[in-house]
């Protein structure tokens, strides 16, 4: 099923069975497919009788404390609040379960704690170019959703499920339908026909998908609208089909834009009929935040790589610009899109593979 090699299933049971203390870890700021499949791994092997917990590296957004259900939080650890539980907890594992990340660089501050532990260390992860060789078992597909599909069709394949969603945990399968959800974009992009059977799967499992559209997409704060209100404005188009919108410190702070509050942003762009790729770019402290979605035909990921120290898939990719080192401030940073999408997009690596 899916591609997933039956005896890596079987030597995946074997770590689970044999770990005392088994980890799951997710990336820095988690989105719903981060938190959605780490709390469904956690669900799982809590439930499979297994001393379990889940390391999140930075708190779990607003819009997703619905997942946070009263077993998944009196076993998770957030970093950012607690570095030295965390860090201890990752020391007693003798296995690490990392979801939704490609490299342990995505695990912010565990990072060297992780690349040098001695735990068996396994992959669930959606992402291009995986760092497989740090891994004992690495699942890692890039043609499906999200990892939540990835791991709901791995957990379908455990023994003890038989293939039946009914029998996965009730808060593990809200859990995975929520990450699909929002890796998708509500089914608007990377939606494969196993996406959609999985979706079916959970609906008949009982899951209620209205509840999690009310939690992800219908229970914004009032600023949020108003500041992207804002961005659109004054969003730049130039002349080869790119939108930008760049949000600076001021403006967030005017708006009182909390973390995470900005996520889909990028993406709205792209229903401009003559838009290729969308770039939103968010500032922090120290750096321009880079979002890039792009249309079938124009790789993000490539713009990414080359222009913006990230990657991540095809059509969405993400990275980073150091202040003032790279980028002095936000008219710097128009000024380098401007001139960096116009070489890329008249050269030829533009292209995805998926065309
Ligand atoms: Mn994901």
Redesign the pocket.
Known sequence: MNGINISDIHRFENFIASAGRTTVLV?IRP????VG?GAAMLVFLRQSGKDAVLILPHSCPDSLMFLMTEEVRRNTLIYEDNPRAAEDRIKESDLLICE?FNDFSRAGGMAPLLESSGAAKILI???LNPSSEKFDLVFSRTETS???ELLYNILLLMSGIGGDAGRLPADAATALMT?MTT?TNNFANSTYPETLEMASGLIKAGVDREMILGHVFNNFREERLRVLGKLLTDMTITEDGVAYMILDRKTAAEYDIQEGETEGFVNMPLSIGKIKMSIFLKQDKDRFRVSIRSKKGISANGCAKRYFNGGGHELAAGGKMMVPSELKDAEDAARYIEKVTHEYLSSTDRRTSLQ
């Open positions: 990336h989105d719903g497919d981060a499949s939704d992860d959606h992402h999200s990892t939540s990450g890796d």
